[in-house]
């Protein structure tokens, strides 16, 4: 073989080699690094929950429902911000299916919120009420579903808020 041949072929097993990396770094992810990655993303959602819906029982219970909401739209385009922030992070590949069931139940989470706001805005009380108890019932599912994950933050708890 000539160096030309030589230089072929290094040039092919250093291309082959870039193609093939980023697939051997994506089989890498664990469920211990993908709960690093996503555990913050969670965290700023619950603090913006927190500031968002700060008040907002209070505000049902003397009848200001349209402020309230007001509140539950914002954290509902919150948590649709941050369904869009949590599907982008790379999953176990043992995981992916899993993952993808709860990040379906996390958009629907989000949809709930503005189902509720909608139903607030218009002082339908009642049927707000009945949407919140869905609400809470989406996020048992979903953190059921992912218990081994052992988040944190990730777990969606609407009961603290609403």
Not at 50 to 59: F, Q, Y
Not at 110 to 128: D, E, H, M
Request: with cysteine.
């Amino acid at each position: 073989m000539g160096k030309k041949s030589l230089s072929i072929i290094g040039v092919a097993v250093l291309a082959l080699t870039m193609l093939v990396a980023p697939f051997a770094e994506a089989a890498e992810v664990t469920r211990e690094s993908y709960k690093e990655a996503v555990e913050p993303i969670c965290k700023a959602n619950t603090e913006a929950n927190k500031r968002i819906l700060k008040g907002v029982r209070a505000k049902v219970r003397a009848g200001k429902l349209k402020a309230a909401g007001r509140q539950f739209g914002k954290a509902g385009e919150a948590l649709k911000r941050t369904h869009g922030e949590l599907a982008a992070v790379a999953q176990p590949p043992e995981d992916e299916a899993r993952l993808a069931k709860w990040l379906g139940y996390v958009n629907t989470e989000a949809s709930l919120f503005k189902k509720a706001a909608t139903k607030l805005k218009a002082g339908n009380k009642t049927a707000a009420q009945t949407i919140v108890i869905k609400l809470q019932h989406n996020a048992s599912q979903a953190n059921n579903l992912v218990l081994g994950f052992e988040f944190h933050y990730c777990r969606f708890e609407p009961s603290k808020f609403t």
